[in-house]
């Protein structure tokens, strides 16, 4: 056996293993932010103060129905055919009553969780990033907090526009 088989044999191992700890990396981040992602659909309706069938997770984008039980489908790695290392992303679904009638109002959040170092970072969708430590139990408010100011603005920001003093009385360009 000549030296150049001998390294390119070596340069194949360490091929081999680098895609193994690839493998295992990506499959831990799939369980450990399903968990979390479990975790903070499961949670986010004791500190919103609604019933618990009025939270579910559904998939990020496309149609959706919060009283459909997803499972997997909920969550960003059910369509690949393989596991990939990336952002585990789902929907957080709120369902609010009408005052007015019977209807109902089904609000939807984009959260991505993706492991960094010993943490996970978590997006709720244009909110700032926030660090969660792998032990989640009971360190989640600032996540739920994040979800409820996001639907919040949702709707508060666009009535605040139009109830602001400036737009009253005439159209044209604000001074600049």
């Given at each position: 056996?000549s030296?150049?088989?001998?390294?390119?044999?070596?340069?194949f191992e360490?091929?081999?293993?680098a895609i193994?700890?690839?493998?295992?990396?990506?499959f831990?981040n799939?369980?450990r932010?399903?968990?979390?992602?479990?975790?903070?659909?499961g949670?986010?309706?004791v500190?919103?103060?609604?019933?618990?069938?009025?939270?579910s997770a559904?998939?990020?984008?496309?149609?959706?129905?919060?009283?459909?039980d997803?499972?997997?489908?909920?969550?960003?790695?059910?369509?690949r055919?393989v596991i990939?290392?990336?952002?585990?992303?789902?929907?957080?679904?709120?369902?609010?009553?009408?005052?007015?009638?019977?209807?109902a109002?089904?609000?939807?959040?984009?959260?991505?969780?993706?492991?960094i170092?010993?943490?996970?970072?978590?997006?709720?969708?244009?909110?700032?990033?926030?660090?969660?430590?792998?032990?989640?139990?009971?360190?989640?408010d600032?996540?739920?907090?994040?979800?409820?100011?996001?639907f919040?603005?949702?709707?508060?920001?666009?009535?605040?526009?139009?109830?602001?003093?400036r737009?009253?009385?005439?159209?044209?360009?604000?001074?600049?």
């Amino acid at each position: 056996m000549s030296e150049g088989t001998k390294v390119a044999g070596e340069k194949f191992e360490e091929l081999k293993t680098a895609i193994r700890d690839y493998g295992q990396a990506a499959f831990q981040n799939l369980l450990r932010c399903r968990a979390l992602g479990d975790a903070i659909v499961g949670g986010f309706h004791v500190f919103e103060g609604c019933p618990e069938e009025n939270v579910s997770a559904v998939p990020a984008e496309g149609a959706f129905d919060p009283r459909k039980d997803y499972g997997d489908a909920a969550y960003s790695y059910s369509n690949r055919n393989v596991i990939i290392l990336e952002p585990v992303r789902f929907g957080l679904s709120l369902i609010v009553g009408n005052a007015e009638d019977s209807g109902a109002l089904w609000l939807r959040t984009v959260i991505a969780t993706e492991i960094i170092g010993e943490n996970f970072d978590v997006f709720v969708a244009s909110q700032p990033v926030i660090r969660v430590p792998f032990e989640f139990d009971g360190k989640l408010d600032p996540v739920f907090e994040a979800i409820h100011r996001e639907f919040l603005e949702t709707f508060t920001l666009e009535v605040n526009e139009f109830l602001d003093a400036r737009f009253k009385t005439g159209i044209g360009f604000l001074p600049g």
